[in-house]
């Protein structure tokens, strides 16, 4: 049996009915577009609660440190051109101070990283965010170098330096962030709460031998800027103390974040010769200009504040 042919089409079609209103089709196109706005916000709200999510549970960058320990006091030292006594001096000093207040420790030499070439002096910055890596949960890490002693044990650096309040009356403003003359000046209307990255200054410029970070993202962010390849391998004279120089005047995402005060809240010197000189009650002192050997070395000049420092911690 043989199916009939589909009928063969005209050459004469009827020509198209009219539309009979253009709002049907207005409101379709409404509806489409309005269903991929929907369509749109759908995918971005659920990629914003992913984002939190991970966030919340996994991610490092919404981790807030829980205070435990409040502070992490890092030291860089070398064992390979001072004595194992004045090391282990150096060691004890850090260690009788970080247990009084509930503190960590954090040694590390400088042939423990790899600087490529770069002076042993950054040590400080690459050793200052590996004690963040270990310590997540500190509120501050205090770098204190080697050639150094903490001379106060009644003093935390929570409420001596890092209180809000506290900073507002500490924080010197509008100042040339490299003196006498920079244009670059700190910020005047900077509030103790936003500040992350406390420092002084000598006679010569900023000094990065005594600082106090607090942890957080910001933080990580500095110490990465800071230790950029391209940093390390230009030669400054001062290597990372002009580098932070550098970053600090062309970079006011890391200004707006710094406060500069007096040396003799956490740095004074030894002798007047580059800064403030040390004075009973304050924090610590650091042996200016000192050098490992020659005429005047570190452990000689240590000499007149080891005793003293033993007795204030004896009598706190």
């Keep these: 049996m043989h199916f009939a042919y589909p009928p063969r089409k005209t050459s004469n079609p009827p020509p198209f009915l009219p539309r009979q209103s253009k709002l049907p089709g207005l409101l379709a ?3 489409r577009l309005k269903v991929i706005a929907l369509a749109g916000l759908a995918f971005i709200a659920v990629i914003y609660i992913i984002a939190r999510l991970s966030g ?26 001072y004595s194992k006594a004045y090391i282990d001096t150096v060691k004890d000093n850090r260690i009788q101070y970080a247990e009084k207040h509930g503190y960590k420790t954090f040694f590390a030499k400088a042939s423990d990283y790899e600087l490529k070439g770069a002076p042993p ?8 965010r590996h004690a963040l890596t270990l310590f997540p949960d500190c509120y501050f890490v205090w770098y204190l170098d080697q050639n150094s002693f903490v001379m106060n044990p009644l003093l935390r650096i929570e409420d001596h330096v890092m209180k809000a309040s506290r900073l507002e009356a500490l924080m010197i403003k509008d100042q040339p962030v490299v003196p006498p003359d920079s244009i670059i000046k700190t910020f005047s209307h900077l509030k103790g709460q936003d500040v ?8 010569e410029g900023l000094s990065t031998g005594s600082f106090v970070l607090r942890n957080g993202e910001w933080a990580k962010y500095l110490l990465e ?16 103390t002009h580098a932070l120089e550098h970053i600090v005047q062309w970079h006011p995402t890391i200004l707006a974040r710094l406060a500069l005060v007096d040396q003799h809240i956490i740095n004074s010197y030894s002798k007047d010769s ?8 304050d924090i610590a002192v650091r042996f200016a200009d000192c050098t490992p050997s020659g005429a005047h070395p570190c452990e000689a000049e240590s000499q007149r504040f080891a005793q003293q420092w033993r007795s204030n911690f004896k009598n706190a």
Excluded: C, M
């Design 225 to 240: 800027t800071w230790f950029d390849p391209i940093y390390r391998s230009y030669n400054f004279q001062k290597a990372e």
């Design 121 to 128: 002096s950054w040590a400080s910055v690459v050793a200052t």
């Design 196 to 203: 992350d990255f406390v420092l002084t200054q000598d006679k």
């Design 274 to 281: 580059a800064g403030a000189e040390y004075k009973d009650g």
């Design 56 to 81: 919340r549970h996994g991610g490092a960058a919404h981790h807030k440190p829980s205070g435990r320990p409040p502070v992490v006091l890092v030291t860089v030292l070398d064992e390979k051109k």
């Design 29 to 31: 196109r409404r509806s």
